[in-house]
């Protein structure tokens, strides 16, 4: 936290000094008021307005000077400058928008996906980052974003299917979604998408490398890259849990432990056969 402290006045108050020190509520806030300035100045006077507590009133004179530099000063961690463009640099993994409606998303982290559900998501992604149609953003917010129903799939989630009437209506709810929602629900789900592939975690107390599965095949540094169906693929042939559709009804963080137990076996014997080719 940023601690600042008002001279004239002797109030001290504290500001998040990263986005995982923020509320759920203040990265609502900043994605909505993101949509509504017309400038990142405007938005980050309103923002250090928000996250100090304060009526928001246009700074003149020498408090308008203080009130820029103290933006520049501990608000710079709110954005990232691609292509010359300034935009929001959400990096948490902790879902800010739990629910939109009836409709309820996921747990932080993607921890209560099945593997389906998240292969889903993640190919509407990557449809959408190539087309840029509206269309494919929509079928990804209604994969995550759907109907609750009384059965509770293998992940612990009550979640409907991913077809039919019921489908179909959570997708034109998802094409109703305000576009500051669209916006902050992608980029959360792009951050989990990117810890799962390149960060640490723990499944089952135990410390995994994640990043290792999706390593290029062979020793050739510029080989393809493995992708999250090349993984599904590889579970159905070991048939650890059985056919395709078997496998994409398992609780995302359960075929990840099985993935990277497969991995450790695959290296284990990697380094017997290397041993005994030595003697």
Known sequence: MTRIEAYESGRVSEIPSGWAEMSPEQIRYAYRMYGRCDSPLEFNVRMLYHLLGLRMRPPKGNAAENVYLLCEQCLGFLFKEEDGVARLAFDGVANPLPRVGHRYGPADLLQDLTFGEFRAAAMAVQAFGRSQDPSDLDD???????????????????????????????????????????NLILSWFCCCLQYLQREKLVLSGEEVDL???????????????????DLLVQLAKDQTIGNIDRVDEEPLFS????????????????ASIKAQKTH
């Open 140 to 182: 990804f917010l209604a994969i995550l974003y759907r109907s609750r129903c009384r059965k509770t799939n293998r992940a612990g989630r009550r979640a409907g299917p991913m077809s039919g009437r019921g489908f179909r209506r959570d997708r034109r709810a998802a094409a109703r979604m305000r576009p500051w929602r669209k």
């Open 211 to 229: 990043s290792k599965l999706f390593a290029p095949e062979g020793s050739a540094s510029n080989g393809p890259a493995v992708t999250w169906n």
């Open 255 to 270: 075929v990840l432990q099985i993935l990277w137990s497969n991995h450790k076996e695959a290296k284990r014997y990697e």
